[in-house]
């Protein structure tokens, strides 16, 4: 027997799957790692977790109209970095990027979980129709809502990815 799914039940697995991600990694992520910049590149395994977090929330705030987790749940102020409120990493200099130091892995975990999880109620609000609403016209062809979400979500999984492939790196790299 074939199971049917909606778009919405499909959004929201494709959704659900940076948190699931994310569980894997962290397993396997040190604190030693965390900050470490193999092959001397500007993002380390924080900034990719840290980056992933905040265009998600940022791009989900902008599509509900509500404040952005980092703000509302006070993820801001708990990771004491010296950022701008909706700063999210993208045209970072390689010096802004290095910057973002994270030492507690579990915060840096649950930032992840708890955009994911408003992106998860945001999508819940929506209906079929909502999905195919055009929300960006400034490109050829326009950008539906489902797009915007699709895109949001595959943009974390490549970031995630990255961040994978450097827990599998030998760890003389990190010293």
Do not use: C
């Not at 040190?30 to 193999?38: K, Q, W, Y």
């Not at 909706?86 to 975990?109: K, P």
Request: overall charge negative.
């Amino acid at each position: 027997m074939v199971e049917t799914m909606d778009a919405i039940t499909i959004l929201k697995d494709l959704a659900g799957r940076p948190s699931e991600v994310a569980a894997r990694l962290k397993d396997r992520v040190s604190p030693e790692m965390l900050n470490a910049h193999p092959g001397d590149h500007d993002n380390s395994i924080a900034w990719l977790v840290w980056h992933t977090a905040r265009e998600i929330d940022e791009q989900v705030s902008e599509l509900s109209q509500q404040e952005t987790v980092w703000v509302s749940q006070g993820f801001g102020d708990r990771f004491g970095l010296d950022l701008e409120p909706h700063e999210l990493g993208f045209g970072q200099s390689g010096d802004r990027a290095r910057s973002i130091q994270v030492q507690d892995v579990d915060l840096l975990f649950e930032h992840l979980d708890a955009v994911v999880k408003a992106e998860l109620d945001y999508i819940d609000t929506l209906s079929d129709e909502d999905l195919g609403a055009v929300i960006d016209d400034n490109w050829d062809p326009p950008v539906t809502r489902s797009a915007r979400l699709v895109s949001v979500s595959e943009d974390a999984l490549q970031h995630l990815g990255q961040a994978t492939y450097i827990t599998g790196m030998d760890t003389s790299v990190f010293q």
